[in-house]
């Protein structure tokens, strides 16, 4: 199991994953994956802004589908 971060774009219900930058443009979106909560959780720092910390999230990542 892997760990994937979330950002919430409304404050509300709409998530997207933090993506690699694969130097292209065909949608071929890839998430950005930790090998623990504890990286994750560091890595999510630059994208938590004071007072909105909830509209990031760690969530594991089943990366074998």
Not at 35 to 62: C, F, M, Q
């Amino acid at each position: 199991m892997k760990y994937a971060l979330m950002i919430c774009l409304d404050g509300a219900d709409d998530w997207i994953y933090v993506t690699e930058d694969t130097k292209s443009c065909d949608w071929n979106l890839k998430p950005v994956l930790y090998e623990t909560s504890e990286l994750a959780e560091e890595a999510a720092e630059i994208w938590r802004l004071p007072g909105k910390e909830h509209n990031v999230k760690i969530v594991t990542y089943d990366d074998t589908v």
